[in-house]
Nanobody, 115 residues
Framework: QVQLVESGGGLVQAGGSLRLSCAASGSIFNLVSMGWYRQVSGKQRELVASMHRSGTINYAESAKGRFTISRDNVKNTVNLQMNSLKAEDTAVYYC?????????WGQGTQVTVSS
C-alpha cells in the first residue's frame, strides 16, 4: 500500500555532503513514522534518523551533529541532509515508512564516501 523511492545517493569525498530524498506514495495516511536506515554487507540494518508523525526525531549517535532529517508534506517526501561525510558512512541507505502493523522499505540508494 505504500511505495517508497529513494534518490540522491552517489560518490562523495570525505568531508563532503549529500542530500537523500524519499518520495512516498500510496496509503501514506497510515504512516506513523518515516526514516532512514543504512546497511553494510554482512551487518544489520541500522537506524540513521527517523521522524514520527508527532515530530519526534531520533538520530543515531554517529549521525548527530552531521545529519538532518526533514520532511516536506506538500511533496510527500522525507529528506536526509548529510554533511561532513566519513568513509564509515558508506552503505546502502534505505527509506523506511512504518504503519502500526508493518514496515515499508525503498529499494535503497548507495552512498559511497571516499577517503
Amino acid at each position: 500500500q505504500v511505495q517508497l523511492v529513494e534518490s540522491g545517493g552517489g560518490l562523495v569525498q570525505a568531508g563532503g555532503s549529500l542530500r537523500l530524498s524519499c518520495a512516498a506514495s500510496g496509503s501514506i495516511f497510515n504512516l506513523v513514522s518515516m526514516g532512514w536506515y543504512r546497511q553494510v554487507s554482512g551487518k544489520q540494518r541500522e537506524l540513521v534518523a527517523s521522524m514520527h508523525r508527532s515530530g519526534t526525531i531520533n538520530y543515531a549517535e554517529s549521525a548527530k551533529g552531521r545529519f538532518t532529517i526533514s520532511r516536506d508534506n506538500v511533496k510527500n517526501t522525507v529528506n536526509l541532509q548529510m554533511n561532513s561525510l566519513k568513509a564509515e558512512d558508506t552503505a546502502v541507505y534505505y527509506c523506511n515508512g512504518a504503519t502500526i502493523s508493518r514496515n515499508y522499505w525503498g529499494q535503497g540508494t548507495q552512498v559511497t564516501v571516499s577517503s
